[in-house]
């Protein structure tokens, strides 16, 4: 069941037109990970599902309600829709307690004392706070007043709770952790969750789907894997994986792949741009997608073969769990994963189906 739909947002600051066009469904119990590099809207958006912004035209449906209609002229405002927002910027206030900060909202409603005991209580064990609902946020750490905050937007059982960004404040190690728990919370909670970063492995790690925005427009969206392995342009697969690419022209097409053409070396790939030959195109491959097949001495297979290439170790980097080798191919660089290597030159595999060309 759609918990939240969107059809053809159109949002504009002065003459600046930032969203143009978006449509999305979320359902009930999803976690969607809107991601985009900076400027792309994410923030637009989330704060006109927010009600916080006013866009120019389209729907926005929360449950069975509209809460938005450019046409109709209808806007609910913000604390009508009761969203649980989190923002980046925790927003604490310093002088009250864990507790009160939580506590609040529920206050402002008029909840009774005991419900209000009780639902603090249970969110901020939730979160792993239980024990320090009487400390003030100065004496917390980041991640636990991010956990606070967290905890504060999930306190009124919001049909929708929308995060801006809210790891960012964080150390690595703690955003890594709070990936693992937010998405369990959630999950327990059984709530719909749009949850904006603009870093991808955040964006696959905690979501059921991503959305990938650019320039106000979604670009693509899917399921995680579906945005790492079947990249609808150049633009998504640069943005979901780190790459090889190889700019070069269309030399031959058969069956779904195309040809081109790396320093003298043919190499066949994924039409997935559908350019023509002799059409300028660019083939796209993952880092862990290149295979290191040997040096040609070893006899064997690794050598000589169909889409391999003759290449030169020009340098490689210790990255604890594995090596990133950095290889040279006439004026071709072309970066690959492995165990060490000796210097000199290697034999690379770049499998077909793995060589995406645009
Ligand atoms: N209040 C505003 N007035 C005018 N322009 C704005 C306003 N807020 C945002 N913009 C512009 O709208 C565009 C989208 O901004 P938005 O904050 O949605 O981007 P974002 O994807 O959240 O970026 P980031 O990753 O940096 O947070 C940007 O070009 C921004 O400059
Ligand atoms: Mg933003």
């Not at 400027?39 to 809460?67: F, Q, W, Y």
């Not at 603090?120 to 003030?136: F, K, P």
């Amino acid at each position: 069941m759609a918990k939240l739909t969107i059809d053809d947002l159109h949002l504009s600051y002065g003459s600046n037109h930032i969203l143009k066009g978006i449509t999305a469904t979320f359902a009930q119990g999803e976690i969607v990970a809107l991601l985009g590099r900076s400027g792309s809207g994410k923030t637009t958006l989330l704060r006109s599902i927010a009600g916080l912004e006013e866009p120019s035209k389209g729907v926005i449906t929360i449950g069975n309600a509209p809460v938005f209609d450019g046409a109709a002229g209808l806007n609910v405002p913000s604390e009508k829709r009761g969203l649980g927002l989190v923002f980046q910027s925790y927003a604490l206030w310093p002088h009250k307690t864990v507790f009160e900060n939580v506590a609040y909202g529920l206050r402002l409603r008029n909840a009774p004392k005991a419900e209000i005991q009780q639902r603090v209580g249970a969110v901020l064990d939730g979160v792993g706070l239980g024990h320090l609902g009487d400390r003030y946020p100065h004496q917390m750490s980041g991640g636990q007043q991010q956990r606070v905050a967290l905890a504060r937007a999930l306190v009124y059982n919001p049909p929708v709770i929308l995060l801006d960004e809210p790891l960012s404040n964080l150390d690595a190690k703690l955003r890594e952790e709070a990936r693992i728990w937010i998405r369990d919370l959630i999950k327990r909670m059984n709530l719909t969750a749009v949850f904006v970063t603009h870093d991808q492995i955040e964006a696959m790690a905690i979501a059921d789907r991503v959305v990938l925005l650019d320039g106000g427009r979604i670009v693509q969206a899917g399921t995680p894997e579906q945005l790492y392995t079947e990249p609808v342009s150049l633009f998504a697969s640069e943005f979901m994986g780190t790459n090889n690419l190889v700019k070069s022209r269309v030399q031959d097409k058969r069956g779904g792949y195309v040809q081109i053409e790396l320093s003298g070396f043919p190499l066949w790939g994924k039409d997935r741009g559908g350019k023509a030959v002799s059409e300028d195109a660019t083939g796209v491959i993952r880092l862990e997608q290149v295979e290191v097949v040997g040096n040609g001495t070893e006899g064997g297979s690794g050598g000589e073969g169909e889409n391999r290439i003759r290449a030169e170790l020009e340098t490689s980097l210790y990255l604890g769990s594995h090596w990133e080798h950095v290889f040279r191919c006439g004026a071709q660089t072309l970066r690959a994963f492995g165990r060490p290597l000796a210097p000199g030159p290697h034999w690379l595999h770049l499998p077909p189906e793995q060589l995406w060309v645009f």
